[in-house]
């Protein structure tokens, strides 16, 4: 049992160490990112690498973009997901295992071959340059309705939903009352994925978004790249500052990220 502990704590301390990197390299002059040998201990550059960020970019207003932008998706494919995944584990309708199927293999065409018939139909639709536009494709989530249609299949008996249409409930009444109360867990998991998934996501939001008013981190961070030079310490002060609300985000939902991990095992 203590060697397993031990795999356990190097793999932790492997995986945290990236992130610790980067937080030194933020509070270094760029010069340190090549040193020989490499520099291990923060110094004392964090707030000035950060006020040139901020005269850089609109940090917070990028911030803000992001955030709003994330937590409505967010929202939408934990509304899109669980009604489709309630639909697809309870109910019985025509071509049910052929759409689902149809669904789940949109999962393996790469995002790359769609962007430009995508970046059609959104520059018609009038939403380049906004956060409408840099969204609404993340909105269907073949992975969160996948989820949900597994996780409802299992956490939801059959017995529960027959017994509220005897007594007269709607199938949304049954949706709201029975089925979202019991996949709290699984909108914590999905949320975290998706809401990771579009924080970090960068392509999409930097063909659609070109003015700065509507820039996001990402895009806003990519800006700060220079052709001749690159300030490594301003650029990972602005990167490690970005990676705070991810953390904050695992960290208020992490107890029931686990819960629902650990519940499908015990099941």
């Not at 990112?33 to 000035?48: C, D, H, R, W």
Request: with cysteine.
């Amino acid at each position: 049992m203590a060697v397993i502990y031990v795999i356990l704590g190097a793999a932790a301390l492997f995986s945290i160490f990236p992130f610790y990197w980067m937080f030194v390299m933020a509070t270094r002059p760029s010069a340190a990112y090549n040193s020989i040998p490499p520099t291990l201990l923060p110094g004392t550059q964090l707030v000035a690498n950060f006020k040139k960020v901020l005269d850089m970019v609109p940090f917070f207003h990028a911030m803000w973009n992001t955030v709003l932008l994330c937590s409505t998706v967010t929202l939408g494919v934990l509304l899109i997901s669980s009604l489709a995944g309630f639909a697809f584990a309870k109910f019985k309708f025509p071509g049910k295992n052929v759409l689902f199927i149809c669904i789940l293999l949109t999962m393996v065409i790469p995002p790359q071959l769609g962007l430009i018939p995508q970046y059609y139909l959104v520059s018609k639709l009038g939403w380049l340059d906004s956060l409408m536009g840099a969204g609404v494709l993340f909105l269907l989530n073949p992975l969160g309705i996948f989820l949900m249609r597994q996780y409802i299949s299992e956490s939801v008996p059959d017995e529960l939903i027959e017994a509220a249409k005897l007594d007269g409930c709607s199938n949304f009444r049954i949706y709201r009352s029975i089925v979202l109360p019991i996949i709290k867990p699984a909108f914590a998991t999905l949320g975290i994925i998706v809401f990771t998934l579009v924080w970090g996501e960068f392509l999409w939001q930097f063909t659609v978004l070109r003015e700065p008013a509507s820039y996001t981190l990402q895009v806003a961070l990519a800006t700060m790249n220079n052709a001749y030079r690159v300030d490594f310490g301003m650029l990972l002060s602005g990167v490690f500052w970005a990676t705070v609300p991810l953390i904050i985000i695992f960290l208020m939902f992490n107890r029931l990220f686990i819960s629902s991990i650990t519940e499908g095992s015990i099941k």
